[in-house]
């Protein structure tokens, strides 16, 4: 159950190195229930690390997870998924010899009598997702394989918004979308918001985070360096904290705790 008086999402003191690699330093991050935060930072910065720290890929070296108040310890992509969050990774996670049906419908896949699966369900499943999101893709029997880059972050959008989960990452949903595209994906951002979930997307493109975002978290280095209510903020503000021409806000005793 979500709990609009517990973060979604919190992150305190979260440090990660790849051998000589200090990918992340001192990271502090929530996001609440029914709130679209972004979070941007320059190439290398540490945003898929943390991500990927949330998601159970890479365990943090310090710091700790609390997914809607829980802490995760030792965890992996099952459990996190049974903790409630969908993820759309960079380096997007889809089965290239399989169809977009397949694909949207991976980690639940609809069986006759448990054991026979069920394609024609499945192909009718995943037409309707992507109607209800007004993706429009041709024939869901599609190899991924032969779809463009485009189409690929589309699909992968929608398997994890069909998996109806309180908590949604998103890594740079935008990157390979078309002007309509990415207002689309917008449109999709603002209606899970509108269904009381936490959306967290990480993106380079400022004027999609200005558009959409409610909150805007910075990484620096390894750094989580401030984060602002976009109504607050200007891009001029952004920028500067994510090229270091202005000061890390002084990091708090304890984790920060309050609502948005
Ligand atoms: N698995 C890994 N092994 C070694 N180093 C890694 C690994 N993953 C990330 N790094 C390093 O950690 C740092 C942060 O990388 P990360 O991918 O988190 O950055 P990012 O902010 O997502 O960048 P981008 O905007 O380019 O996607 C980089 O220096 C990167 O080379
Ligand atoms: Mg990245």
């Not at 229930?33 to 690390?49: C, F, L, R, W, Y």
């Not at 994906?185 to 380079?204: D, N």
Request: charged content about 25%; overall charge neutral.
């Amino acid at each position: 159950m979500t709990d609009q008086h517990t973060p979604a999402l919190q992150l305190s003191g979260i440090a990660k190195s790849f051998g000589s690699v200090r990918a992340l330093e001192h990271v502090d991050f929530s996001a609440w229930p029914g709130e679209i935060h972004a979070i941007v930072g320059d190439n290398g910065a540490g945003k898929s690390t943390m991500l990927k720290i949330v998601t159970g890929i890479h365990d943090a070296d310090a710091g700790e997870v609390r997914v809607n108040g829980s802490v995760e310890s030792s965890h992996n992509a099952k459990t996190v998924q049974d903790l409630g969050v969908a993820v759309v990774y960079q380096d997007l996670a889809l089965v290239e010899c399989l169809d977009i049906a397949q694909n949207l419908s991976l980690g639940n896949l609809p069986r006759r009598w448990g054991i026979i699966l069920d394609r024609q369900r499945m192909a009718r499943d995943a037409a309707k997702v992507l109607s209800d999101l007004k993706v429009r893709v041709g024939d869901v029997h599609t190899p991924v394989g032969l779809l463009s880059g485009g189409q690929r972050q589309i699909i992968a959008i929608a398997r994890a918004v069909r998996m109806d989960k309180p908590l949604i990452l998103l890594d740079e949903p935008t990157a390979a979308l078309g002007v309509q595209e990415s207002a689309r994906v917008g449109t999709i951002m603002r209606e899970l918001r509108a269904a009381g979930k936490a959306v967290v997307c990480i993106s380079h493109d400022l004027e999609f985070v200005f558009a959409h975002a409610d909150r805007i978290t910075v990484l620096r280095l390894g750094n989580s360096v401030g984060t602002r209510r976009t109504a607050d903020t200007t891009r001029d503000e952004i920028v500067g904290l994510i090229t270091g021409a202005f000061p890390a806000d002084g990091r708090p005793a304890r984790a920060q705790k309050e609502a948005p």
